[in-house]
């Protein structure tokens, strides 16, 4: 029988306590019920019981979530959970140490950090490469990251231009003709990419720079024929370019620049007879000097724990419909045309 027995964890402020807390101590319940322990507050000193490896862990995830509250970060179901899962692999100093890293400071003072390993990964990725390839699911923080990083590095002049682009691709509707001049028309294609500058910059510093053009967002297509030195690149919704148009697209890096490339191979929206270029890129480039792939999973959602089950439901569906494919047999017949 398993020795039961005491930890303490101790909370310097009360605000982070509260907060790791959580309404009706929603956030406690789920460490007690994911490690099989009783945990309860006496004047801010945390008691946890339970056998020993349990406690040990719900005391690091403890001790996670105040060091997380201590750095402004929101303590929210995602996050409780993610942790959770992190101190059961053993890599809860990761994650807490993604909180000390600021990535860049939004135009309203918020500071944009990794919230997860795989976000930390990523970015230390796009620190170190002169391309960075980041694939993964919706909500992974793909882009956002890749415009934060952008924003930073513009910041600090290490790049003169931020240059941001992805291919005017319908996600599976038809949209027909829409009013105006051409950059009318390919707006509602880039408008993710505004929204996330507006959030770095605010709408009057983003103006200015775009007027200018020390900032641009345009189609792909704009791409051709260029040279971008001393340049952030940024090419979103990559899986649904061409190989053509991503053979071109890498083609365009010049000297001080930097390219980060990111894309969900499971949302291709090309039709069935293009290869998608992002996908032949990953195959590729694999191994290539100064060149990194990330690959982020449903584990590095940070929307709405929802998404994460709609993620993880859609891949298992997909994996038994391959399971179900019969494999092409050969009959050994053939006709002769005539």
């Known amino acids: 029988m398993a020795k039961i027995i005491e930890r303490s964890v101790n909370a310097e402020r009360v605000e982070d306590l509260i907060s790791v807390f959580g309404s009706f101590d929603e956030n406690i319940k789920r460490i007690e019920e994911a490690f099989c322990v009783s945990i309860i507050n006496r ?10 490896e349990a406690a040990d862990g719900a005391v690091r995830t403890v001790e996670g979530l105040l060091t997380l509250a201590s750095h402004g970060e929101m303590i929210d179901e995602q996050r409780v959970r993610y942790l959770i899962t992190m101190v ?25 950090k990794a919230k997860t390993v795989g976000q930390q990964t990523y970015m230390q990725a796009i620190q170190k490469n002169t391309i960075t390839i980041g694939v993964g699911p919706a909500g992974t923080g793909k882009t956002y990251l890749a415009v934060a990083a952008a924003v930073a590095a513009f910041r600090e002049r290490t790049v003169n231009r931020i240059i941001l682009t992805r291919p005017a691709v319908e996600a599976g509707e038809r949209l027909g003709f829409l009013p105006g001049d051409l950059q009318n028309k390919v707006d509602p294609y880039l408008r993710p990419l505004y ?22 967002v345009a ?11 001393d340049s952030f690149i940024i090419l979103d919704e990559a899986q649904n370019t061409t190989r053509e148009q991503m053979k071109m697209f890498l083609t365009r890096l010049g000297f001080g620049s930097k390219i980060v490339i990111t894309g969900d191979v499971t949302q291709i929206d090309l039709p069935d007879d293009k290869v998608s270029g992002l996908k032949d890129a990953v195959r590729v480039l694999e191994g290539v000097k100064d060149i990194s792939i990330c ?13 994460q089950e709609i993620i993880s439901a ?18 050994g017949r053939y006709q002769r045309k005539r």
């Open 43 to 52: 004047d801010q000193e945390i008691k946890i019981t339970g056998d020993e």
């Open 88 to 112: 059961k692999e053993g890599k809860a100093d990761q994650v807490t140490q993604a909180a000390k890293d600021v990535v860049c400071i939004t135009a309203k003072g918020k500071p944009i």
């Open 195 to 216: 929204d996330a500058l507006y959030d770095m910059l605010g709408p009057e510093s983003f103006q200015k720079y775009q007027e200018r053009g020390s900032i641009e």
């Open 219 to 229: 189609p792909l297509a704009y791409m051709r024929g260029r040279t971008l030195d």
């Open 295 to 307: 690959r982020l999973t449903s584990a590095d959602v940070v929307r709405h724990a929802l998404v």
């Open 314 to 331: 859609y891949e298992r569906a997909d994996k038994k419909q391959e399971i179900k494919k019969p494999a092409r047999q050969f009959s």
